[in-house]
């Protein structure tokens, strides 16, 4: 996935509870009981 960000430009949407993986997004939004924190 990042490939395709870098190289071509795409955008990504990745919803996960992992936060290694968050860590290497480039922008992160965080939602808590159901709103963004």
Known sequence: ???LVRERGKTV???T???DMAAR???R???VDG???
């Open 13 to 15: 949407v990745a919803v």
């Open 17 to 19: 509870h992992d936060l």
């Open 25 to 27: 997004m480039d922008r």
């Open 29 to 31: 939004i965080h939602i």
């Open 1 to 3: 996935l990042e490939n």
């Open 35 to 37: 709103k963004i924190d």
